[in-house]
């Protein structure tokens, strides 16, 4: 398991990296927000730890406009322990909150239930779609259904969000970013054609004037 830290206190990082080390974690560390940013433009960690008092910024702007939409697990570790700072990280969608000073068996024991019920939660089906988002492949009736990488991660785009209208800014966001090419409503209505196609089952609701969304059966 990989495992991303972003942390300035050079004490918590070398502590943190003996830890993890003996339960078998790869940690990699950073100190300040550039770096953070780099490193997940090329990476995509099965967990992240984040600061928000740090020397270049301030890690909860950098979750509310960049990690968040990478749908990566991420524990906040800080020394902030006012309460609108808790209740604006988890509004935001993190998945744990951690204040400083705290106990690495703790935060081990986070980080497993964690992994563990990401894990579980990494095979969604709906219906007769069975849609595995750790290997990005699509079943129906238990065979694959062959999309286009882009396809892939506009549905995997939906299936995280189940329940929930994606809606098309950000569903145009997302082609920008997999091709870096600009496109319109229309082209997002072309998209969805091909994969609702494909898959040969309506589980695609289109909501007018919004977006997308799948829900559970």
């Known amino acids: 398991m990989n495992i991303f830290l972003l942390e300035d206190n ?3 990082i070398k502590g943190l990296e003996y830890s993890f080390k003996l339960n078998n974690y790869k940690l990699y560390s950073v100190n300040n927000i550039k770096d953070a940013y780099t490193y997940l433009q090329n990476n995509k960690p099965n967990l992240i730890i984040l600061d928000i008092t740090l020397p270049d910024g301030n890690g909860l702007n950098l979750y509310k406009n960049y990690i968040k939409d990478l ?27 951690i204040t400083k000073p705290f106990s690495t068996n703790e935060l081990l024991a986070r980080i497993k239930r964690i992994l563990l019920r990401n894990k579980e939660n990494s095979i969604i089906k709906i219906k ?61 209505t072309v998209y969805l054609k091909r994969i609702r196609e494909k898959l040969g089952v309506d589980i695609i609701k289109t909501v007018k004037g919004i977006g997308y969304r799948i829900d559970e059966e």
């Open 10 to 12: 050079e004490a918590i």
């Open 71 to 97: 749908y990566i697990p991420t524990i906040f570790l800080t020394a902030l322990d006012d309460e609108d700072t808790v209740v604006k990280c988890f509004n935001l969608g993190c998945d744990d909150y």
């Open 128 to 188: 007769n779609i069975k849609f595995d988002l750790d290997k990005m492949v699509i079943y129906k009736d238990d065979v694959e259904v062959e999309l286009t990488s882009l396809e892939k991660n506009l549905l995997s785009l939906l299936f995280i969000n189940i329940n929930k209208t994606v809606r098309r800014g950000m569903i145009l966001d997302k082609i920008w970013e997999l091709t870096g090419n600009d496109v319109d409503d229309h082209t997002i």
